[in-house]
């Protein structure tokens, strides 16, 4: 069963920076791409960032571009995300799966209990 564990969130001034990371269990870790998304209140989940499964292709959301990088290490079936210059707008709960247009495995079941970010002064 895939199973994915983030952290590194919390509680971060404007401007500030945040590296969150995901643990990634179940599935051949190097077969597939990895992306991030998050869920704001009220809002549905959007997708953040992805990477390929090789790591040489990525992509962001418009609103976190040159702002966010994603980054892989296959020896720890890890994936992550360097966010910086954070903004009120990006408070959310924040998710891995696998997929780089959306997630492989996006029933409920599947999904991670997501890690925190909240952005305020």
């Known amino acids: 069963q895939v199973q994915f564990v983030e952290s590194g969130g919390g509680l971060v001034q404007p401007g500030g920076s945040l590296r969150l990371s995901c643990a990634a269990s179940?599935?051949?870790?190097?077969?597939?791409?990895m992306s991030w998304y998050r869920q704001a209140p009220g809002k549905e989940r959007e997708l953040v960032a992805a990477?390929?499964?090789?790591?040489?292709?990525?992509r962001y959301a418009d609103s976190v571009k040159g702002r966010f990088a994603i980054s892989r290490d296959y020896g720890k079936n890890s994936v992550y995300l360097q966010m910086n210059s954070l903004n009120v707008e990006d408070t959310a709960v924040y998710y891995c799966?696998?997929?780089?247009?959306?997630?492989?495995?996006?029933?409920?079941?599947?999904w991670g209990q997501g890690t925190q970010v909240t952005v305020s002064s």
């Open positions: 799966n696998a997929g780089f247009t959306g997630p492989q495995w996006g029933s409920q079941d599947n």
């Open positions: 179940g599935f051949t870790f190097s077969g597939y791409a």
């Open positions: 990477i390929s499964s090789g790591g040489s292709l990525t």
